[in-house]
């Protein structure tokens, strides 16, 4: 498994991954304008991404972004037991979480109006994040400890940053929170924090089965507590991230309904279905005269436990093709 996973003729030592993760041994001045450069620079080009609704933009800022680096760190802290080395990487986390969403947030500051900015596909689409990204962020995870790892795969790093997307989320949250959009700024940090938190765990394991724990001095080691941190952090992130998928899956549950409810109103269509809390809010384009609200909030009883009050958007027309 070992030698499959990460080769002994491509594995890089433990004072190589301590040069490239640890920003304060060798060359650190260099080592930590070109992280806080580098940082700086992904955030404006990810906040101007999703202020523009730019996927290309956004995607250029994911290659640019430096966070990988303390948080992979953090990973070789825990394995190693470098108490020093984690809270120093913890420390440059925490720090550019704060700086991209300070950019974030004047950014939003400079908006004629904000308020359309919430609704554009760059912030939807981070701002309610389902199980399904915290599995492609532990594959992501997995791939980015094996090319940090071994020396003849580091080229696929501006891939991993790419999936991983560390701070697009971030500038939503800033932005999110200069619209004075407090709920969609918590999604889009649930997004972040699973990816971080995905990449650390997976990061864990891969350092631990290549053996740098093994060379770590056995007197610095006590890792059970972190683990132990660790596990409390995923199940955190997960919770949220499952409740969505579920609001997802009778979301789409409610949609079918609401065809059902129309169906003797052949020109009537379901629009959109959207759940949020205790609120289902369902737009139809249709006749006039729908159908009595009562069947469907009947309906949706039945399909969700918390029996969530059906709030419909009507509006009156119909396609024209």
């Known amino acids: 498994m070992l030698s499959f996973l990460v080769p002994q003729d491509q594995r890089r030592s433990l004072d190589e991954l301590t040069d490239k993760l640890d920003l304060s041994v060798g060359a650190v001045t260099s080592k930590r304008s070109a992280f806080w450069i580098m940082l700086v620079m992904s ?11 730019s996927t290309a933009t956004v995607i250029g800022a994911m290659i640019v972004a430096p966070l990988s680096i ?27 979480i704060l700086v991209v969403i300070a950019l974030g947030f004047l950014f939003a500051q400079l908006l004629p109006n904000p308020v359309n900015v919430l609704s554009n ?28 790892t071994r020396r003849d795969v580091g080229d696929v790093l501006p891939g991993v940053a790419i999936a991983i997307s560390l ?7 800033g932005v999110c929170l200069g619209s004075r959009a407090p709920a969609l700024a918590g999604g889009a940090f649930v997004l972040f924090a699973s990816n971080v938190v995905a990449m650390i765990i997976t990061s864990t394991i891969v350092l631990i089965i290549a053996g740098y724990a ?27 991230m499952v409740l969505n998928s579920l609001s997802t899956l009778w979301a789409g549950q409610i949609a079918d309904a609401a065809r059902d409810w129309l169906r003797d109103s052949p020109d009537a269509q379901v629009i ?37 009050k059906v709030v419909i958007i009507h509006t009156v027309g119909g396609r024209v093709q």
């Open 43 to 53: 955030a404006v080009i990810a906040i101007s991404g999703v202020i523009g609704d």
């Open 70 to 96: 303390p948080i992979l760190g953090v990973a070789l802290g825990v394995v190693t037991g470098r108490a020093p080395l984690l809270g120093r990487s913890l420390l440059l986390v925490v720090s550019g």
């Open 121 to 148: 596909a760059q912030v939807v689409g981070r701002t309610s994040p389902k199980l399904m990204d915290l599995t492609a962020a532990m594959a992501t995870g997995l791939v980015a400890a094996i090319a940090i």
């Open 167 to 173: 701070v697009p989320p971030l500038g939503v949250v």
């Open 214 to 240: 093994g060379d770590a001095d056995p007197a610095t080691v006590r890792r059970g507590r972190a683990y132990v941190a660790l596990g409390a952090a995923l199940v955190l992130v997960a919770i949220p």
């Open 272 to 308: 959109d279905v959207n759940l949020q809390g205790d609120i289902a809010t369902v737009s139809v384009l249709g006749p006039q005269q729908l159908p009595p609200r009562a069947v469907l909030q009947q309906k949706v009883n039945e399909l969700v436990p918390w029996d969530p």
